[in-house]
């Protein structure tokens, strides 16, 4: 799997800038650059230049100059990919941008594939699996949540942790596995209280990491919110007063739902994707009875639940105060884990006595007054939103799984630890549970990467971008 | 005009790509980023660090990172501004790319200006005027031509020579200013001979620049190519023939005139315009009168032009051999200077006879035989353009002159070159014509910007992209 030949790949984004900047990476490719640079002042010798170091020069194919160019060299194995790196800083035309890339191609250089660059670092020990992944996760990061998330991964986050506990399971499995040898003589090397120490200290990392991930993955994915509420209170004003007040990048999405559409709204460097709903009502009309059948379905797909109403259809007898309260009520037996946020919509329309009576009938239960035509109140919902999404989470720097590969591989590692813990309390004969211990040891592996396969490194590096 | 603040801005393009790189410029910038940037192992000093190096680290504010980076420490004057400069290469994603850039911004740093970095440039002489003109026309050269133009400019080119002219030109100046204070004693302090000779070499060297620049601007701009024959000769089967051959880029440019559709093909390297035009035709009509006139027009742009016709009209005798020769015959006569390329088209409709005929016809004249929809002969067609595109230009590194500022100053200065030297042929006192060197002066300086005002440099640089 490892090759030593040398690749080439536009590493900053396509198009014209300034700058651009073309990366080589292989064994060779100081060698190779050097005999198409030119020195400004004399001939400069890139082979023999330090580490680091940045050199002023022109790019020259038969005497024909290229560019003027900064090549900066890095040495095996201080670089990204742990081989030899050359950075070319050229000016950002595409043609020039092609010339050089071509002028490589000709010369023993060939097309980096998607993340090969970042392949190599793995495979040279630069950095392990989730912390490749994490590359990937970083660049497309645009909010301050994921981009925290992918950044912590990067910098190691919980997989040296993971390392650290496979190496100490490791260790216990090599000496159980020596009492399978020395099985007729019923000796114990691996000290059980130890052993079952660490079965907990794994069992219960495993567990908070897994749990980790119902976060990480709304950091990474957005946080779900479904807004529920009858037609025409206001949930459509809502969102774009949201989006107005956030200045926040907006996208449309087409729900998979042929009725819903998803708005993403960046708030504080979190995104929600808001989920519309049908809206719930009492009725017997079977048709209606579907769609709220749907709502509740979204419902379960959100994190939070923000339940609208209209001020001003209660001051016109419309609609009761009771009638809300009822439907919260069901939503709250239906999910009763859900978080749920109430917005009294509309303020701006009512007077003081609607406000009063309203306040009075959700008695102790938290309720945000606005408008959102008005754009009163909307400051208060946003740093509502705001606490509830970092409750526990983003601000005290836990460790946080969102890759859904971890997820998975972390979940395969528990259970099997629980099989070993099984064992342990029942006190089953080690043979059984040696297979438990090599399944829990396979799956940690598989995070960090020092379990792996070539099918697993080319799922995950065919997503990474050209030139990582 | 000069500031010593920092600038930032991003130097490649903007979007995703695996790294993106953070240009700063200014005196403090050095120490400005040492506040934020954290290295790896130990706490390094951007500031003691040696110029031309690169540091891999973290760019931290208040204990949150934002990015893990590479940052290239340049030390003034040996930097692209002349000042301090610092390149920090970050992951490519666009919210880190912003966040970096906001760090900064909120700490003494302003956004750079359109070209500033090369405004800095230049005012700290890092490079003439002519040469920062240049950095622009390379970024955004999209062949081979235009790519060549730009990069010989922005190595000194013609710059050099006319700065060195002008020096020369400023010392004679400066003798001849003494005379004038010493007019009652009628010496002369500068040699006349000598005089003589530099502005006749003067005179020489700006009437070969300013000649060149017909050339140097169809090479930027794309040379531009007349099709003339008569409807339905296969005109855009041709320009198709052409574009699928060369795999180019292509672009469909709607003309000024309304009857006028441009297409752009670049051809080995150098780009074409061609220009359809109505065809030319004996009549009596007043309104084809105007096509034609409108056409001949269109000649008068172009610096090539193809004749298209029809050899199956020829077979099938709805036109006649002489009717062509008879329309080029007054091309010729109303264009005398303009290259002619003529082209007999479906060939592959006609027998042997038919193409004896028409070559006996023409006589000496050369005639590309082609079927533009069989795509036979198109290579021929092709390699004849590139011969005549670079018929004494390009191949022979020629310095060009390519924007239109510097030809209009070449022009101006060429004008009281003119006027000096007939105040010597016509040995008239040097007090008159010390204002033409004094014109001839300001205008050679302009190209250098030895002569500059700020609202020049502003035109200049608002042409440029933010980063550069």
Same mark, same amino acid.
């Given at each position: ?24 990476s292989g064994e060779n490719c100081i060698k190779i650059v050097n005999q198409f ?58 043609? &020039? ?7 490589? /191609? $000709? @010369? *023993?250089?060939?097309? =980096?594939?998607? %993340? #090969? ?92 990491? &897994? ?7 709304? /950091? $990474? @994915? *957005?946080?779900?919110? =479904?807004?529920? %509420? #009858? ?102 037996? $239906? ?134």
């Amino acid at each position: 799997m490892i090759n030593n030949d040398t690749i080439i790949a536009l590493a900053t984004s396509s198009g014209i800038g300034a700058i651009a900047v073309i990366r080589l990476s292989g064994e060779n490719c100081i060698k190779i650059v050097n005999q198409f640079f030119q020195s400004k002042f004399r001939t400069k010798d890139l082979t023999n230049v330090k580490s680091h170091t940045i050199h002023l020069g022109t790019i020259v194919e038969n005497n024909r100059i290229i560019d003027e160019v900064l090549v900066s060299v890095f040495k095996n194995p201080h670089s990204y990919t742990g081989e030899n790196v050359i950075e070319i800083s050229c000016h950002g035309s595409v043609y &020039i941008q092609q010339e050089i890339i071509q002028l490589f /191609l $000709k @010369n *023993g250089v060939r097309n =980096a594939n998607a %993340g #090969e660059f970042t392949l190599r670092a793995f495979l040279n020990g630069k950095m392990d699996l989730s912390q490749a992944e994490a590359v990937a996760d970083l660049i497309s990061s645009n909010s301050a949540a994921s981009h925290q998330v992918a950044l912590q991964q990067m910098r190691g986050g919980f997989s040296s942790e993971i390392q650290d506990l496979r190496q100490q399971l490791l260790n216990f499995a090599s000496l159980i596995e020596l009492e399978l040898d020395f099985s007729e003589e019923d000796v114990e090397f691996a000290d059980r209280t130890a052993f079952n120490n660490l079965i907990t200290k794994i069992s219960s990392t495993l567990k908070r990491l &897994i749990e980790s991930f119902a976060l990480g993955n709304v /950091l $990474k @994915n *957005g946080i779900p919110v =479904a807004i529920v %509420g #009858e037609p025409n209170v206001g949930k459509s004003t809502l969102l774009n007063a949201l989006l107005n007040e956030e200045k926040a990048i907006v996208s449309h999405i087409e729900g998979t739902t042929r009725d819903a559409i998803e708005d993403e709204i960046n708030i504080d460097g979190v995104t929600y994707r808001f989920i519309d709903t049908a809206g719930i009502r009492n009725t017997k009309d079977f048709i209606e009875s579907i769609g709220i059948k749907k709502t509740f379905e979204k419902i379960e797909q959100a994190q939070l639940v923000i339940y609208l109403f209209d001020l001003e259809k209660i001051k016109n007898k419309l609609t009761t105060i009771e009638n809300s309260i009822s439907e919260i009520k069901k939503i709250k037996e $239906k999910h009763p884990t859900k978080q749920l946020l109430l917005i009294a919509n509309k303020v701006d329309l009512v007077d003081e006595k609607i406000i009063a009576e309203t306040t009075t009938s959700f008695q102790k239960t938290p309720l945000i007054f606005l408008s959102a035509k008005q754009k009163i109140g909307i400051l208060e919902l946003t740093s509502t939103l705001t606490q509830l999404a970092n409750k526990g989470a983003l601000s005290n720097n836990e460790t946080i799984v969102s890759n859904s590969r971890h997820f998975e591989a972390l979940n395969n590692a528990f259970n099997a630890i629980k099989e070993v813990q099984k064992g342990i309390d029942n006190a089953i004969s080690s043979d059984l549970f040696a297979i438990d211990i090599r399944q829990a040891l396979f799956h940690l592996g598989e995070i960090t990467g020092e379990v792996t396969t070539e099918d697993l490194l080319g799922n995950i590096f065919a997503n990474f971008c050209i030139g990582k």
